[in-house]
């Protein structure tokens, strides 16, 4: 469908229906936003993480909800700073991607009607990025023990011990959600932290003997009931005897997961490139697994 859009400039949703399915939001070839249940978005990212109160993000939400005008409210009130705005709109946009890619793309449609709402990166995301990094972010994960969605992570007792010593930053932070019934995108959005960066610490304290994957509640050979289409409420539960439906994403093998088949290819010009350094850790992470 994308090939047949001249020059590549589509303007609308791009609607992924699938498991989990998502979004993509796109002005004249340039994303503006990728959301997906699987994967925390803007807002959540904001808010979790501390970076913007409950009551100022209301404030900035409702003056600035007419023109899609939300961060600028933000970044006008200095709520958050225009480049630190961009770098999570575009790391959002990265873990929306990476979501919709590790699951089922059963259909893709696009409605060319603008978004009634849509947190707009302010400098866009140009489309052959985000699609040449989520195809490396998931062969990158395609080769870890943990899945993002489908592993609970259990703290062992190396990793209680750890937490006793007083250790300290993200490490603490995903050691003390780490309960059995949480994965790693679960953990992203009690956090408020990055879907692929929460992961990637995940496999790392695996491989280090901190946390394990949890037994299989279900217990069916076949994995887990798939997650519900998109559309339904993405905020995990992490309540014992509750069902974290929409973690539940079918495993896939690197380099089958149709991401580039979604995203318009074609080089836009002016949208927000990432700086060289940005992706060097995760770069480091994936080259030497």
Known sequence: MLREVPHGRLSGTL???????????LEDGVILEVASPGSPGVETLLLRSGRV??????????????????GAELVARGLVGSA???????????????????????????DPEPPATCFAAPEGVEPEWLSRETERRIRALGGQPVSPFRDRLSRTDAGTRLLDDGIAGERRDILQKANGRRSSRDIAFLLGRGLYAVTVEASRLLHEGLVDVAP???????????APEYGRSPEPTGQPGRTEDASRLPRRRPGTSGITGVLPLRPVSGPWRPPAALTAEDRRFGSAQ
């Open 216 to 226: 299989s509640a279900t217990g069916a050979a076949d994995g887990p009931a798939p």
């Open 84 to 110: 630190e705005l961009q770098l999570i709109c575009a790391m959002a946009a990265l873990d929306g991607a990476l979501a919709m890619g590790m699951g089922r793309i059963d259909r893709v449609a696009l």
């Open 53 to 70: 109160t409950e009551a100022d993000w209301a404030s900035a939400a409702r003056a600035g909800a007419a023109g899609r005008r939300v």
């Open 15 to 25: 609607l992924v229906t699938g498991d989990p399915g998502g979004r993509f939001h």
